[in-house]
């Protein structure tokens, strides 16, 4: 039995107690005149929160979690399923539990002062002790814990702080979100020190108009406030008014009693700068309490911005504008680390999101570290701030469990409480994936009371019925719902809130398609607004392949553009060891572990771009400002005039000054050339100066229209020339290593896996078909061959028609696919080269990889990529590197030879170093063997990539359809 009462209690499954000993939540600014604990602790893993403490200590890091610092207790991941099987709210008897202990100097300055230990993030329960005796008890695994240490740590001496984290408890049960579970101190430790007469709280609210009004709560560690005690406050120099109505309120009003004083200051800024995400104009507020001699007790600063934030109808506002809502789901993750995220790394991940268009950002599914929401402000994000709220595997149960009851209040109002005064928060969330239940309810209510100037969301409270205006969600937000049942709800008159999906376009592997879609949809819909795609990274952990070990801070450059370095990968569910796991699901991000941008974000630049072609009329190009709040003045930008004959003119572009939501034509820069073929103009924009997150120069958008078709031209047979093909009917040729064959089968996505499609195209046999010459037929300069593949659903017959032309030999194919395969991956050649052949450059979109429905605005132009570097390596390796709309390619060797692919029409072309057989048979990327050669694929159609590992399919349009298809094309050797 232990004698310590933090360990007697049981905390960790007590869902009643949520604290014990914490201090409030507030917003007071605590960054100067701390004293960090950061580094090296001493450290135990005991097997259970009541097992004895030992002598033998080794050391971890704070910040960081212990599942990454080299003990036993490996990270593991499940999504919804919970990772052990006790009911809430108990917790398994194997119960990792992290003991930090380290010695701390508190500077004999301080003496006199109220002292205050901060734990930035402990999961899931936190036991403080200092010199033994206990402090306090948190839980709320990503929101700071506060206690006050005064009188019980030894100023001007040494005193023991230990951190007792407990991972699995009550608390798991509401922590149950899609992503690695980990143990340990994730976020800083520090202690600071106030005068005992010190700001409780502040809350800023200033509005679109330039109304502020700042509202201090004052303490003192003594009880009783001092007489004569008041606040100032200054915004950017110029000083705050003190509210009087509000000071004589309380000085008469009984509620206001001697220990917790309340004052208010008030101005209001002419021609106010507002705040927006495009125009994140901020101003510098200072608050300051004073004794009644004048002197500063205590100082908080703040960076204020002017906005408004309103739901008129079914639209959301800020500042009366109707955004739109191009976010991203962002968890605190990192490789090397798990969880914790520095802040140069926090700001790089937000310039990246800036730079490929995003506006929005919502806390999936906790509150993010603090500084997150610092460089939001900065940077210009709107912030849906979710409460660390997930209880996914006992939803039902819990949503209404009074024993949880507080626990959903107290971290729903603690969110608020620390985040209510950034103007790039603009809505509350509840939680995520809880059901629906009286604990929301009370939650909702807490915020009502206390911010009512931001919307609520809640996606669980949305679903049941997304117009129905008693439910605590402000906001229609579904997860994953169709565009079409979206725009019908849009449509069908019974829309009373904005929709904006809180989760879509899940971005698993090779996926998010329909995107361009979806935004063509939102644009035009009054009533849609945008959403976040599910999410901005793939947590993939860095791990050595020899020991299954992850690899901990020290991995630093031990990757390189989305691949880890030779033996390491990329460790997903399973990796560590785990049984019970849910795989690669936790791979779905539209940037690499290491943050390299994927295909999709180039994409999502292009959807985003502020400055359009709107079209091209005889009077010139008609441009139009797609922003919300901001001219153009800050961009500029290029023309580019691109030829199919591999042409390119440039010359440098005007961009004419539109306001928001105004077109304007601007004269054709160039004059069309006779000759040359098909023609596309490309505005190439990008920043006039430098912007917080670009330098000059850096690309903003690349929008395009096509100025001229091309003209089809019939090749020349020559029938005194001739076209070899084996006993077998291939074609042969000097470049070929494998000759040209049918193919209906791709390396299956994540969606192709996870929406059943592939385990039909495995029982239909697609990925192994037989293939059965039934007929050759040569004449002069010509060869036919009639193949059949056979398969599960029936035979599918090839026809091959090999012609000998001017320096080549035409292609022209046909497939007839029986009507039970209704829906394959690709119809299609297939073939592979000679060694050697190292560079591919093509007419066609591009440079970056696209598929047809997630090929927008992958400008059609002249393109050259290493063919090594055409590959996506998406994590669990599958179909990538295609590139869609390609006219005409080169496959070449440094001394320029090499073959040339001419094709009937823009077709998806693929070339690789393995072929679909080769990414399908491993797990990671560090198990592929590359191939000397390429392994070229020409489809007369493709697939759409759609999102159904979580979501929907792509759309019909983009299904490959039973019956007959034809292709052709010309190979010349270069
Ligand atoms: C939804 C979750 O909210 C999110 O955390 C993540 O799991 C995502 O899906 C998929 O990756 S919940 C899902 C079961 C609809």
């Not at 460790?571 to 849910?582: I, R, V, W």
Request: glycine content about 10%; charged content about 25%; overall charge negative.
């Amino acid at each position: 039995m232990t004698d310590d009462p933090l360990i007697a209690l049981r905390p960790w499954e007590a869902p009643e107690v949520t604290s014990w000993g914490r201090l409030p939540m507030n917003a007071v600014d605590r960054r100067s005149g701390v004293l960090p604990l950061d580094g090296d602790w001493r450290f135990q893993l005991l097997p259970a929160p009541d097992a004895p403490v030992g002598g033998s200590w080794s050391s971890a890091y704070v910040p960081g979690a212990w599942t990454v610092q080299g003990t036993d207790d490996l990270p593991r991941y499940t999504n919804v399923r919970m990772p052990f099987p006790e009911y809430p709210p108990h917790s398994p008897a194997a119960n990792p539990t992290g003991v930090y202990e380290r010695e701390v100097d508190v500077p004999a300055e301080w003496a006199g002062r109220r002292i205050v230990l901060q734990v930035g993030a402990a999961e899931s329960v936190l036991l403080v002790h200092v010199d033994g005796r206990p402090v306090g008890v948190s839980k709320d695994s990503h929101l700071a814990a506060e206690f006050d240490l005064t009188g019980r740590v030894r100023v001007g001496a040494r005193s023991v702080v230990r951190l007792t984290v407990i991972k699995w408890s009550d608390a798991s049960h509401i922590e149950d979100q899609d992503q690695w579970w980990h143990g340990g101190i994730t976020r800083s430790v520090l202690l600071y020190a106030t005068d005992p007469l010190h700001l409780a709280d502040v809350t800023v609210r200033a509005s679109g108009s330039g109304k502020l009004r700042v509202d201090c709560r004052a303490r003192d560690a003594g009880g009783a406030l001092p007489e004569g005690w008041y606040v100032s406050g200054e915004l950017e120099g110029q000083p705050l008014t003190q509210d009087e109505e509000f000071d004589r309120f309380n000085a008469e009003d009984e509620r206001v009693s001697d220990f917790l004083g309340e004052a208010r200051l008030r101005t209001v800024v002419e021609d106010v700068r507002t705040w927006n995400a495009e125009t994140p104009e901020l101003y510098s507020l200072t608050v300051r309490l004073h004794r009644a001699d004048g002197t500063v007790a205590d100082t908080s600063r703040h960076r204020t911005g002017f906005r408004d934030v309103e739901i008129t109808g079914r639209d959301l506002l800020v500042n009366g504008e109707r955004i739109f809502v191009r976010g991203v789901n962002r968890h605190d993750f990192h490789p090397l680390t798990g969880r914790t995220v520095s802040y140069d790394d926090m700001r790089a991940d937000l310039i990246t999101l800036k730079r490929f268009g995003f506006n929005a950002i919502r806390t999936s599914h906790y509150p993010n570290d603090p500084a997150l929401y610092d460089l939001a402000d900065e940077l210009g994000f709107y912030v849906v701030d979710e409460a660390d709220i997930e209880s996914h595997d006992h939803a039902h149960e819990i949503a209404d469990d009074p024993r949880y009851l507080h626990a959903f209040v107290d971290r729903v109002s603690r969110m608020v409480l620390r985040d209510k005064n950034h103007p790039s928060v603009v809505i509350w969330s509840l939680g995520n994936e809880s059901d629906y239940g009286a604990n929301h309810d009370a939650a909702a209510g807490w915020v009502r009371r206390h911010d009512p100037t931001r919307p609520i969301q809640y996606e669980g409270a949305a679903k049941l019925d997304w117009a129905d205006p008693s439910v605590a969600s402000d906001i229609a937000c579904p997860m994953y719902a169709s565009l079409e049942e979206c725009v019908a709800h849009a449509l069908s008159g019974r829309q009373t809130k904005p929709l904006i999906w809180c989760e879509y376009s899940h971005a698993m592997g090779n996926s998010n398609g329909t995107l361009a879609d979806h935004w063509a949809a939102i644009e035009s819909t009054p009533g849609l607004q945008g959403g976040f795609i599910w999410e901005f990274w793939d947590h993939g952990i860095l791990q050595h392949v020899n020991d299954g070990r992850p690899v901990g801070r020290g991995g630093v450059g031990l990757h390189d553009n989305g691949v880890a370095a030779p033996g390491h990968r990329w460790a997903y569910g399973g990796d560590f060891g785990e049984l019970l796991h849910d795989g690669a699901f936790i791979a779905d991000g539209v940037v690499f572990p290491d943050r390299t941008p994927k295909p999709v974000m180039f994409e999502h630049r292009e959807i985003a771009a502020p400055v359009r072609i709107e079209c091209f009329r005889h009077e010139g190009i008609v441009l139009g400002n797609h922003q919300h709040f901001r001219g153009l003045a800050w961009l500029t930008g290029d023309w580019e005039l691109s030829l199919a004959d591999g042409r390119t003119l440039t010359s440098p572009a005007e961009l004419p000054d539109l306001r928001p939501g105004e077109t304007a034509a601007v004269p054709l820069p160039f004059e069309l050339p006779e000759e040359g073929g098909e023609a596309w103009l490309t505005l190439r924009v990008t920043t006039a100066g430098d912007e917080p997150w670009a330098t000059r120069g850096t690309v903003v958008c690349l929008p395009q229209v096509r100025l001229r078709e091309a003209v089809p031209q019939a090749p020349v047979m020559l029938k005194n020339r001739s076209v070899e093909v084996d006993g077998d009917g291939l074609l042969v040729h000097p470049l070929l290593t494998c000759a040209p064959t049918l193919s209906l089968w791709r390396a299956p996505t994540d969606n192709d896996e996870l929406g059943g499609m592939a385990p039909r195209w495995r029982d239909w046999g697609l990925d192994a078909l037989v293939r059965k010459v039934t007929d050759v037929r040569q004449s002069p300069g010509q060869v036919t061959v009639h193949a059949e593949y056979a398969c599960e659903a029936g035979v599918v017959r090839h026809l091959q028609v090999f012609t000998a032309v001017e320096g080549a030999i035409h292609v022209a194919e046909s497939a007839e696919l029986p009507d039970e395969l209704d829906d394959v991956a690709r119809v299609g050649s297939v073939f592979e080269t000679v060694a050697g052949l190292d560079l591919m450059e093509w007419y066609g979109q591009g440079p970056w990889e696209s598929y047809p429905d997630r090929a927008f605005g992958a400008p059609v132009g002249h393109h050259s990529v290493p063919v090594d570097e055409l590959f996506t390596p998406y994590l669990r390796p599958q179909e990538s590197g295609g590139r869609h709309g390609v006219r005409h390619f080169t496959l070449s060797a440094p001394d320029a030879t090499g073959l040339a692919v001419v094709l009937d029409e823009p077709r998806q072309v693929g070339v690789s170093r393995y072929r679909a057989a080769d990414l399908t048979g491993v797990t990671h990327h560090d198990e592929l063997v590359p191939r000397a050669g390429c392994v070229v694929h020409i489809d007369a159609a493709h697939r759409g990539l759609g999102t159904a590992s979580c979501g929907p399919d792509t759309t019909a349009s983009y299904l490959v359809a039973p019956g007959v298809h034809r292709w052709s094309w010309t190979l010349r050797a270069l």
